[in-house]
């Protein structure tokens, strides 16, 4: 098998996230060599995002690894199956790697399991494309050299030609420790659930993105629907 690296294509600079609107709002896609994390309350749909980000990639061709630490394989290709994204001949065909993750007992073993994490990551050169979710459990028992260093060793194998994303719930980080991450992703997503009236509206912001082929920014509303998974809404609409 080929490796990720070998497999970018030249005349590519972006892996779309099969969504026009969100590939609009990152400047064209996630530009390859990106790492990018994705921070949200509890229920703002960092799952569901980096799933439609996922199958954005392998619909584009590309060989993706996921890291699930809160799923087995059975429950994640139903998850996908239900918003409308069957990934189950992907899965079969070896262009989808899922791996449950055990996060147990991590209290005494944290450096060991961010060290293990990322030396899988190394390995799975089929891949180009790679979604964590979450880490949220492996940061709450990491200190703050453990968590700079796992993400400095993927911003390193982001900068063969890959992409990483990671998700964590808001308040994962201590705030000097969030400062550092930030400044060593690449693209920082910001996923909010607000009261808009009666409802309440799920938004993503595009706080950063580095090597975009046009301007980014803004914020996007969005809803999860059975069978249909992310379907972008005007903010004005959200908001009424």
């Not at 990018?36 to 993706?64: D, F, N, R, Y």
């Not at 293990?116 to 940061?139: K, P, R, Y």
């Not at 994962?172 to 693209?187: G, W």
Request: glycine residues 8%.
């Amino acid at each position: 098998m080929t490796s990720s690296t070998s497999r970018a294509r030249p005349d590519v600079a972006n892996v779309s996230t099969g969504s026009t609107e969100i590939d609009r709002r990152l400047g064209g896609g996630i530009p390859y060599r990106t790492l990018m994390l994705v921070e949200g309350q509890p229920a703002s749909g960092k799952s569901t995002l980096s799933q439609q980000l996922l199958w954005g990639a392998i619909k584009s061709g590309e060989c993706a690894t996921i890291y699930a630490t809160e799923q087995t394989v059975q429950s994640f290709l139903r998850q996908m199956d239900s918003l409308g994204m069957d990934i189950t001949d992907y899965f079969l065909l070896d262009q989808l790697r899922i791996y449950p993750v055990a996060l147990a007992d991590l209290e005494n073993r944290s450096e060991r399991a961010f060290d293990e994490l990322a030396t899988h990551i190394e390995n799975e050169t089929q891949s180009s494309v790679f979604v964590i979710d979450a880490l949220t459990t492996l940061v709450a028992h990491g200190d703050g050299a453990q968590i700079r260093d796992f993400f400095l060793r993927c911003k390193s194998i982001c900068d063969s030609g890959k992409v990483i994303i990671c998700t964590v719930h808001s308040g994962a980080f201590d705030e000097d420790v969030l400062t550092r991450v930030r400044s060593i992703c690449d693209a920082y997503l910001q996923l909010e659930v607000t009261a808009a009236g009666s409802q309440l509206v799920k938004t993503i912001k595009v706080a950063k993105i580095r090597g975009a082929d046009s301007a980014t920014g803004g914020i996007i509303g969005f809803e999860v629907e059975p069978g249909l998974g992310i379907r972008i809404i005007p903010i004005s609409t959200a908001r009424a």
